[in-house]
């Protein structure tokens, strides 16, 4: 945005952090995942990254691992349009059929809920899923939607001039970390 910066106020998770919290998240969604009927879809671009993580985790547990599905949902967005800054749109790529999976559902940040309902909308183009259950790393409130994820990393309390970043080396960060940002007017 023209005229504010974001300032760094807390670090929430450290690497050590992040790393002990997948799994916890793993041994959470591990009953999801027993029986062979799950998916792994992780939305552009945070949950994506930690979608194929929490897979790698499945398989180096023992249990089996689900197929990885990866959703862009830009173009599902119900602010996509609003005269807010050119949208990105990323690719998706779902090379399985969902119908009748267990479908697990990763983001990174759980806040409004609006990426989930456009992520839900996605979803069901590719199929009916018997089921759909999310897992998010951090849930920071203030929600407009009602949604709520069934697997939690972490829950914390924001406010909403405060934003909450994943950093992941896969994104091209030097450090893995969550941190919340303030934003300030210049």
């Known amino acids: 945005m023209p005229g504010r910066t974001l300032v ?4 929430i998770m450290d690497a050590a952090t992040l790393d002990a919290t997948l799994d916890r998240m793993v041994a959470g969604l591990a009953p999801l995942v027993a029986d062979g009927k799950a998916c792994l879809v992780g939305i552009q671009t945070g949950g994506a990254h930690l979608a194929r ?8 547990r023992g249990l089996p691992t689900p197929p990885l599905g990866v959703l862009d ?52 183009d590719f199929g009916r899923p018997h089921l759909i259950r999310l897992a998010v790393l951090v849930d920071r409130g203030l929600r407009e939607y009602p949604i709520q994820a069934d697997v939690v990393g972490a829950t ?3 406010v909403a001039c405060e934003t909450v970043q994943v950093e992941l080396t896969e994104m091209g960060c030097a450090t893995e970390r969550v941190v919340i940002y303030e934003r300030e007017s210049r």
């Open 73 to 124: 949902i830009t173009l599902y967005r119900d602010d996509t349009f609003l005269g807010l800054q050119q949208p990105v749109v990323r690719h998706t790529d779902v090379p399985f059929e969902i119908s009748g999976l267990d479908v697990i559902l990763v983001d990174d940040v759980l806040y409004t809920g609006r990426t989930i309902r456009a992520a839900l909308d996605a979803l069901v």
């Open 156 to 158: 914390i309390s924001t």
């Open 53 to 60: 993580r929490l897979q790698e985790r499945f398989g180096a």
């Open 8 to 11: 760094e106020k807390r670090i």
